[in-house]
């Protein structure tokens, strides 16, 4: 039966303002009366008498400020006091009250009853002694008592917890006449109401916002009484339900609670539905069984259970919360946004309008700041910057500055690379609250602006209140070293020695750095009024091939050329001291990234040039080298890589940041397809490099693949969800003909990309890859739904127009072949004109002309015999010149004559 349905049957709405409502039967919501100023009016009729009754037990903490919310407004104050000892007694004696001693007997209703039975007023104000009213709700009582057409009012309760942080609201009945009775021998509900009505009266509970000791105590108390009522009653719903709240309570100290909660809140949840119990409390049992399933990771029950009750009541407030969760988690992000959106419009209804929602508890009334944040995330991700914003500060507002709303937003900006935001969030949270989460964060933070002042800081913040923490620090101290950032690791290892971590790598690496940063000093003190120096840096092994012209075209335009062997076999290392290379010896331990920054490390130019031995620097723009990092504000430059063969065929064109400024912590990471880590934004340049690394024989191309992919797996081993070697193995499957193992990891790296909310258009080649290989397995749909998302991820991804114009050919969709294909050679046209190239690669560069083919046939199937002309002609040049532009040709050719008649001497 349905929640409306349940309220045809339970309610009927007499005149006036009044609701009648059977007992126990509260589902669909109390009749209201309006928050006005009328509840505050004196009136002058005769005043019916209120009782507060209570009963109490070791209660000397809290029982004062409970009775100096209510003494002034009820005419006695009845206690049934059931065995306290300590001041418990004398404390409510001194408010006047009327103390009845009953021993303790394990049943919370039998107590309650006999607090009421020695009340003598007309009506009755329950109160717990950690209760207390909240101001005005004292004079609203005084004049709600007086409405003689009712029996009964309802009141919101107010349940602060986690440490005030997070709080519930739901109604009770807690005021109402003598006839009334309470049953249940925990978790008692009142019985006999038959005419209540809701009055913004509310009640704050600081029962559930105990320490940990407390916590633990009243679960032992609270479950065990539960299992004997379920022992007396196996067949009554409500204290499954609640032994279900109860376990979700401890679900923080041990996680086997939160599958007791799952089979307690689902006996309730069956027995309630075979008896056709609307009662409301039963949404709540589905919000216990699915946030017990969130916490256990099991997402599909947790929706699940959100929708049933949501079919139940449409408006239910936890049921948004947890599907705005889920569906973040899920990355269904329109979804998550609706469900947010929905979240807030029930929040503010609950807000204006209490008695509506009946007992209904509103566990989740807290979370309005994080939702908040969530929906700020997503407009975020939309492009709405300032909206954003907007929405991050109501947040903030609406959890009252809390820590936790600092980190969640500077976690977020920290993820989305906004790192000033992130650093100003996150000091900000530490300011109300230090946590070590937060300040590692913020020290990530200010290391991402290479703020390394700040970072050492943030470090003795942490030493100081988490000396624990000391083993972290040392290990900090290793990666930093490793990293070249020698500064901070000097601080680290220090303080770890310093801490007895005396260990032979401590000592020796912590001297190393010392070393470094005393010759850095000296360098910067000794070069002060020079110009910057440049050392190019080279990681080598059985490179005799390639390795004259690379060295031979750098040569005049470095200070020094330092090259790390790891292990070559043939004349790569006297080809290299020919050139007067500074040549270092590392056995290779399969790890670029670990050669690379070794290289770095043995440079002591200004600014650091890397190189392969298979690439050669274009001798043009070599010419603007030292202009450029004479005159940079950046700390980075992009180079223009060209992929290509010495006979001319283009492969590939791309940006990538190829020089860096020294001694700034500039470093490498990743094994294999290795990524430079550097402060800030590099700057396109016009700077060339050709690349020859993909012109070698089918064996030698095998072999340097399988050993590509060896690596990427093993990196994807230690860091399954690692983006960028996915995003690489795809590559590699791909360009080995395994197009079944392509589309698998493509179709991964793509998960990753919208999980990670990534839009950086250096990753949109992934849609070509996948695209491409469904295409050779003829699964043509996907092929073309793949490079359309494509290019959605990024409109300018001249590949996956590639895709698309191949992908319509097949299907003879001529109108869609010559859209895209004339798209594709529109972008291929800017890309050739292109002064500098960003940090993007464009693989299809050299099949412009199987496009311009490709066009030539959809227009002569067009009858558009002109048009298909010229793109034959044009296919047929293009394909003459091995798809290279012919001033590129030149200049390769330049490069490559220059590289081989330049003397290997001084």
Same mark, same amino acid.
Request: proline share 4%.
């Given at each position: 039966m349905?929640?409306?349905?349940?309220?045809?049957?339970?309610y009927l709405e007499? $005149?006036?303002?009044k609701l009648?409502i059977?007992?126990?039967?509260?589902?669909?919501?109390?009749?209201?009366?309006?928050?006005?100023?009328?509840?505050?009016k004196?009136?002058?009729?005769?005043?019916?008498?209120l009782?507060?009754?209570m009963?109490?037990?070791n209660?000397e903490?809290l029982?004062p400020?409970?009775?100096?919310?209510?003494? *002034?407004?009820v005419?006695?104050?009845i206690?049934v006091?059931?065995?306290?000892?300590?001041?418990?007694?004398?404390?409510?004696?001194?408010?006047?009250?009327?103390?009845h001693?009953?021993?303790?007997?394990n049943?919370?209703?039998?107590?309650?009853n006999?607090?009421?039975?020695?009340?003598?007023?007309e009506?009755i104000?329950?109160?717990?002694?950690?209760e207390?009213?909240?101001?005005?709700?004292?004079?609203?009582?005084?004049?709600?008592?007086?409405?003689?057409?009712?029996?009964?009012i309802a009141?919101?309760?107010i349940?602060?917890?986690n440490?005030?942080?997070?709080?519930?609201?739901?109604?009770?009945?807690?005021?109402?006449?003598?006839?009334?009775?309470?049953?249940?021998?925990?978790?008692?509900?009142?019985?006999?109401?038959?005419?209540?009505?809701f009055?913004?009266v509310?009640?704050?509970?600081h029962?559930?916002?105990?320490n940990?000791?407390?916590?633990?105590v009243?679960?032992?108390?609270t479950?065990?009484?539960?299992?004997?009522?379920?022992h007396q @009653?196996p067949?009554?719903?409500?204290?499954?339900?609640?032994?279900?709240?109860?376990?979700?309570?401890?679900g923080?100290?041990?996680?086997?609670y939160?599958?007791?909660?799952?089979?307690?809140?689902?006996?309730?949840?069956?027995l309630?539905?075979?008896?056709?119990n609307? *009662?409301p409390?039963?949404?709540?049992s589905?919000?216990?069984?699915?946030?017990?399933?969130?916490?256990?990771?099991n997402?599909? @029950?947790?929706?699940?259970?959100?929708?049933?009750?949501? *079919?139940?009541?449409?408006d239910?407030l936890?049921?948004?919360?947890l599907?705005a969760k889920?569906y973040d988690?899920k990355?269904?992000?329109?979804?998550?946004k609706?469900?947010a959106?929905?979240?807030?419009?029930?929040?503010?209804e609950?807000?204006?309008?209490?008695?509506?929602?009946?007992?209904?508890?509103?566990?989740?009334?807290?979370g309005?700041?994080?939702?908040?944040?969530?929906?700020?995330?997503?407009?975020?991700e939309?492009?709405?910057?300032q909206k954003?914003?907007?929405?991050?500060?109501?947040a903030?507002?609406?959890?009252?500055?809390?820590?936790e709303?600092?980190?969640?937003?500077?976690?977020?900006?920290?993820?989305?690379a906004?790192?000033?935001?992130?650093?100003?969030?996150?000091?900000?949270?530490?300011?109300?609250?230090?946590d070590?989460?937060?300040?590692?964060?913020?020290?990530?933070s200010?290391?991402q602006?290479?703020?390394?002042?700040?970072?050492?800081?943030?470090?003795?913040?942490?030493?100081?209140?988490?000396?624990?923490?000391i083993?972290?620090?040392?290990?900090?101290?290793?990666?930093?070293?490793?990293?070249?950032?020698y500064?901070?690791?000097?601080?680290?290892?220090?303080?770890?020695?310093?801490?007895?971590?005396k260990?032979?790598?401590?000592?020796?690496?912590?001297?190393?750095?010392?070393?470094?940063?005393?010759?850095?000093?000296?360098?910067?003190?000794?070069?002060?009024?020079?110009? $910057?120096?440049?050392?190019?840096?080279?990681?080598?092994?059985?490179e005799?091939?390639?390795?004259?012209?690379?060295?031979?075209?750098?040569?005049?335009?470095? *200070?020094?050329i330092?090259?790390?062997?790891?292990g070559s076999?043939?004349?790569?290392?006297?080809?290299?001291?020919?050139?007067?290379a500074k040549?270092?010896?590392?056995?290779?331990?399969?790890d670029?990234?670990?050669?690379?920054?070794?290289?770095?490390?043995?440079?002591?130019?200004d600014?650091?040039?890397v190189?392969?031995? @298979?690439?050669?620097?274009?001798?043009?723009?070599?010419?603007?080298?030292?202009?450029?990092?004479?005159? %940079?504000?950046k700390n980075?430059l992009l180079i223009?890589?060209?992929?290509?063969?010495?006979?001319?065929?283009?492969?590939s064109v791309?940006?990538?940041?190829?020089i860096?400024?020294n001694?700034?912590?500039?470093?490498?990471?990743?094994?294999?397809?290795?990524?430079?880590?550097?402060?800030g934004?590099?700057e396109?340049? $016009?700077?060339?490099?050709?690349?020859f690394?993909?012109d070698q024989?089918?064996?030698?191309?095998?072999?340097?693949?399988?050993?590509?992919?060896?690596?990427?797996?093993k990196q994807i081993?230690?860091? $399954?969800?690692?983006?960028?070697?996915r995003?690489?193995?795809?590559?590699s499957?791909?360009?080995?003909?395994?197009y079944?193992?392509?589309?698998?990891?493509?179709?991964? %790296?793509?998960?990753?990309?919208?999980?990670y909310?990534?839009?950086?258009?250096?990753y949109?080649?992934?849609y070509?890859i996948?695209?491409?290989?469904?295409?050779?397995?003829?699964?043509?749909d996907?092929?073309?739904?793949?490079?359309?998302?494509?290019i959605?991820?990024?409109?300018?991804?001249?590949?996956?127009?590639?895709?698309?114009?191949?992908?319509?050919?097949?299907?003879?969709?001529?109108?869609?072949?010559?859209?895209?294909?004339?798209?594709?050679l529109?972008?291929?046209?800017?890309?050739?004109d292109a002064?500098?190239?960003?940090?993007?690669?464009?693989r299809?560069?050299?099949?412009?002309w199987?496009?311009?083919?490709?066009?030539?046939?959809?227009?002569?199937?067009?009858?558009?015999w002109?048009?298909?002309?010229?793109?034959?002609?044009?296919?047929?040049?293009?394909?003459?010149?091995?798809?290279?532009?012919?001033?590129?040709?030149?200049?390769?050719?330049k490069t490559?004559?220059y590289g081989?008649t330049?003397?290997?001497?001084?």
């Amino acid at each position: 039966m349905s929640f409306a349905l349940y309220a045809t049957h339970l309610y009927l709405e007499p $005149p006036e303002e009044k609701l009648v409502i059977k007992s126990r039967s509260i589902a669909a919501g109390y009749k209201t009366r309006p928050c006005d100023k009328q509840f505050l009016k004196k009136d002058s009729i005769m005043k019916p008498t209120l009782s507060l009754c209570m009963i109490v037990k070791n209660e000397e903490n809290l029982l004062p400020r409970c009775l100096d919310s209510a003494k *002034d407004i009820v005419d006695e104050i009845i206690i049934v006091d059931t065995g306290s000892t300590d001041n418990t007694i004398q404390i409510a004696q001194q408010y006047g009250a009327k103390v009845h001693i009953h021993p303790w007997e394990n049943d919370f209703s039998k107590h309650r009853n006999q607090s009421i039975s020695y009340a003598s007023s007309e009506w009755i104000l329950y109160l717990d002694a950690d209760e207390e009213l909240i101001p005005p709700s004292g004079q609203i009582i005084k004049n709600a008592i007086q409405n003689q057409s009712i029996d009964s009012i309802a009141v919101q309760i107010i349940n602060p917890f986690n440490n005030g942080k997070n709080q519930a609201v739901f109604n009770a009945v807690r005021i109402f006449k003598k006839h009334v009775r309470f049953e249940g021998i925990v978790h008692n509900r009142e019985t006999g109401c038959v005419n209540t009505l809701f009055y913004p009266v509310r009640i704050l509970h600081h029962g559930y916002n105990l320490n940990i000791e407390k916590t633990k105590v009243k679960f032992a108390r609270t479950s065990s009484l539960l299992k004997e009522q379920i022992h007396q @009653d196996p067949d009554n719903p409500l204290p499954h339900h609640y032994l279900s709240a109860s376990y979700l309570s401890m679900g923080v100290f041990e996680q086997d609670y939160f599958h007791k909660a799952v089979h307690e809140g689902m006996k309730a949840i069956h027995l309630a539905k075979e008896q056709q119990n609307g *009662d409301p409390i039963f949404l709540c049992s589905h919000y216990i069984v699915a946030a017990s399933h969130l916490n256990l990771g099991n997402i599909v @029950d947790a929706e699940a259970l959100c929708k049933k009750a949501l *079919d139940i009541f449409p408006d239910h407030l936890d049921s948004y919360f947890l599907l705005a969760k889920i569906y973040d988690r899920k990355g269904e992000i329109l979804l998550g946004k609706k469900s947010a959106e929905r979240y807030l419009a029930v929040h503010d209804e609950i807000t204006n309008n209490p008695g509506k929602f009946g007992r209904l508890i509103n566990n989740s009334y807290w979370g309005r700041w994080l939702i908040k944040i969530f929906l700020g995330k997503i407009i975020y991700e939309e492009g709405e910057i300032q909206k954003a914003h907007r929405m991050f500060k109501e947040a903030i507002e609406n959890a009252k500055e809390n820590a936790e709303s600092y980190r969640l937003i500077g976690e977020f900006f920290l993820r989305k690379a906004v790192f000033h935001e992130a650093v100003a969030h996150l000091e900000q949270a530490t300011r109300v609250q230090e946590d070590q989460l937060t300040l590692y964060m913020l020290m990530e933070s200010y290391g991402q602006l290479w703020d390394v002042d700040n970072q050492i800081n943030i470090l003795k913040k942490i030493i100081k209140a988490f000396p624990q923490e000391i083993d972290n620090i040392n290990r900090i101290g290793l990666v930093q070293f490793e990293r070249l950032n020698y500064k901070l690791a000097n601080f680290c290892l220090e303080k770890a020695v310093e801490m007895g971590r005396k260990t032979p790598e401590n000592l020796l690496k912590l001297n190393h750095a010392r070393d470094i940063l005393r010759r850095i000093d000296q360098t910067k003190r000794t070069n002060i009024d020079s110009p $910057p120096s440049i050392s190019a840096c080279l990681m080598v092994k059985n490179e005799e091939v390639f390795l004259g012209n690379c060295l031979k075209s750098i040569k005049p335009h470095v *200070d020094e050329i330092i090259v790390v062997d790891t292990g070559s076999t043939d004349k790569t290392v006297e080809i290299a001291k020919g050139y007067g290379a500074k040549v270092y010896h590392h056995p290779w331990e399969g790890d670029f990234s670990k050669h690379r920054n070794q290289s770095i490390s043995y440079a002591r130019g200004d600014w650091i040039l890397v190189i392969d031995a @298979d690439e050669v620097l274009e001798r043009e723009s070599a010419e603007f080298l030292r202009g450029i990092v004479n005159n %940079t504000l950046k700390n980075a430059l992009l180079i223009k890589e060209i992929n290509c063969t010495k006979s001319g065929e283009l492969r590939s064109v791309f940006g990538f940041p190829r020089i860096f400024r020294n001694f700034m912590g500039c470093h490498y990471r990743g094994i294999v397809h290795n990524q430079p880590y550097f402060p800030g934004e590099a700057e396109p340049t $016009p700077i060339t490099f050709f690349h020859f690394g993909y012109d070698q024989t089918p064996g030698k191309m095998a072999e340097k693949r399988k050993r590509t992919i060896d690596l990427l797996e093993k990196q994807i081993m230690q860091e $399954p969800d690692a983006l960028f070697p996915r995003f690489n193995l795809a590559i590699s499957r791909f360009g080995a003909g395994d197009y079944a193992e392509a589309v698998k990891q493509g179709s991964k %790296t793509i998960e990753l990309l919208k999980k990670y909310r990534i839009r950086d258009p250096g990753y949109g080649t992934i849609y070509y890859i996948t695209g491409m290989a469904l295409l050779y397995m003829d699964q043509i749909d996907q092929a073309e739904q793949t490079a359309k998302e494509g290019i959605q991820f990024y409109p300018e991804n001249m590949d996956a127009y590639f895709v698309l114009t191949l992908v319509y050919d097949r299907q003879n969709d001529h109108l869609n072949t010559t859209k895209f294909g004339e798209g594709f050679l529109q972008l291929y046209r800017r890309i050739l004109d292109a002064h500098v190239i960003f940090n993007i690669e464009y693989r299809t560069i050299g099949g412009a002309w199987n496009i311009m083919l490709v066009l030539s046939l959809a227009y002569f199937q067009m009858g558009q015999w002109d048009q298909s002309h010229l793109y034959f002609q044009e296919a047929c040049r293009v394909a003459s010149l091995d798809a290279f532009p012919q001033l590129e040709r030149d200049r390769m050719a330049k490069t490559i004559q220059y590289g081989t008649t330049h003397s290997s001497t001084a």
